[in-house]
């Protein structure tokens, strides 16, 4: 009750093991232990692609999000703050989603620093597999954060600087309309998650257990729907 009670209601630690009964040192102790059994309990990427297409998925849907968090100490090279996202204005880490395509999520990457562009990202943590999924007849649906991302990642087609879209030829235009429309949907779930757990809005912990908490909440999304 202790965890639940956290990642459903951001409860304080503090409260949630006074009324546990247990120490604030135990509770914490208590927390991090939940957290591991629960994302233990995650597939793998592997595992969730192999899923797709034994259930004649047609394609799989990427996304990005930022989870907000505390602050954590570090630079990059260029001494900008490591965990702070300046397209989010805000501290966190930045995960990778996978969603089916009528939105449920599927699968959540390891943690990077927000500083991290989706991109890079997704070239660390899901864009081998995909790869070799889309040689198997499964693509992926990304928007244009993901362009040059590689063979088999479907995303629109940037306009040319500085004109409209409708410079674009027209089979080009219609090509990024289905591909906007039907990836919609996957990029509700990153959204929907957050929404129903709500430490998702704002983790208190350390930002390097975003990846772990993330699958924790993915988990219990899909024992308590």
Known sequence: MLVLGWFRERGCVHCLARDAGVSQTTGYRYLHEGIDVLADQAQDLHQVLNRCRREGMTHVILDGTLI???????VRDNDNDLWFSRRHEAFGGNVQFLSAP????LWVSDVE???TPGITAARIHALPALYKAAADGLPTLADKG???AGIGILVPVRRPKGRSEKALHADTRTTNNLIRGVRTLGERAAAELKQRWRILQHVTLSPSRIG????????LNGVWK
Request: proline letters at 8%; a negative charge; glycine letters at 20%.
């Open 102 to 105: 009528d939105g449920t999520p």
């Open 68 to 74: 907000e968090s505390d602050r954590l100490a570090g």
């Open 212 to 219: 772990d908490i993330v699958r924790g909440a993915l988990v």
């Open 113 to 115: 620093p927000g500083s």
């Open 146 to 148: 993901y362009i040059g």
